[in-house]
């Protein structure tokens, strides 16, 4: 139901965004989140953004140098990387937790129903 795209090979320091849109029956109604899992390593919350782009959560590793953002009338969530470094190379995906308009930013993956395919980043030393 949601699309990942924007992954990519970049050289440490570089920068990439990735997009996740969705069809806006189910959009609208998302708090949306990335995640990212490295090879033989759990996957892991990165960041996330209310239903109303009002509020944001990021990990700490990512604090400063990620930034998450959404266009309602695109029905597009953006996760711009910034200041890449190897240990950022990862799938990357997003995913949709239908949530109330007031209702947290979940960390782990339980609460979100709908999630997009990964999208490889690769960061090069």
């Known amino acids: 139901q949601l699309q990942a795209s924007g992954g990519g090979l970049v050289q440490a320091g570089g920068s990439l965004r990735l997009s996740c849109a969705g069809p806006?029956?189910?959009?609208?109604?998302?708090?949306v989140a990335w995640f990212r899992q490295a090879p033989e390593k759990e996957r892991e919350f990165v960041s996330g953004?209310?239903?109303?782009?009002?509020?944001?959560h990021y990990v700490d590793s990512v604090k400063g140098r990620f930034t998450i953002s959404r266009d309602s009338a695109k029905n597009t969530v953006y996760l711009q990387m910034n200041s890449l470094k190897p240990e950022d190379t990862a799938d990357y995906y997003c995913?949709?937790?239908?949530?109330?308009?007031?209702?947290?930013?979940?960390?782990?993956?339980?609460?979100?129903?709908?999630w997009g395919q990964g999208t490889l980043v690769t960061v090069s030393s």
């Open positions: 953004i209310s239903r109303n782009g009002g509020r944001t």
């Open positions: 806006g029956r189910i959009f609208s109604r998302c708090n």
């Open positions: 995913a949709c937790d239908s949530a109330i308009l007031t209702a947290p930013i979940v960390t782990s993956q339980t609460p979100y129903e709908y």
